[in-house]
């Protein structure tokens, strides 16, 4: 499974899904979760509301609507509090289960956002760091995921993911 990180607008590239950094209801909200449910549609919110909300670390799929995407991959990241209540291995689950839902339908390419960077506080480059470790260890194991983006929206999120796959987090530049 190849890695890449780009700097784009999630709700415009053409892959086989988006990753959505949702809240627990997952009916929309602010920062990517509302930007996706905007450019999807109306349709998006009634088709998560059957879906009865998600708990932290989970993955639920619906279809893209009016998205490029063919589907949206609904996850909700942890709130950072202090990186020892467990936030480390929901942040690694979010991944995990969003790959798990890829394979059931055999999707190819996927574009996650930074989940849990933005209002839920993660910091970015610990963030980085486990998104990209968890890919390339579920990237190694039996999977139809032929390529993951690591969406950043702007430079300094774009800088952290960069930094985390070539393996200079920490360095000095």
Known sequence: ????????????????????????????????????HRAAGPELKEACKELNGSETGEAKLTPGFDLPAEYVIHTVGPVYRDGESGEPEKLEACYKNSLKRANEKELKTLAFPAISTGIYGYPLEEASSIAVKTLREEGGKDTTVETVYLVAFDHKTEKALKESLEGKKGEKQ
């Not at 700097?7 to 053409?14: A, C, F, P, S, V």
């Open 1 to 36: 499974m190849e890695i890449k990180v780009i700097r784009e607008d999630i709700t415009k590239l053409e892959v086989d899904a988006i990753v959505n950094a949702a809240n627990k209801s997952l009916l929309g909200g602010g920062g990517v979760d509302g930007a996706i």
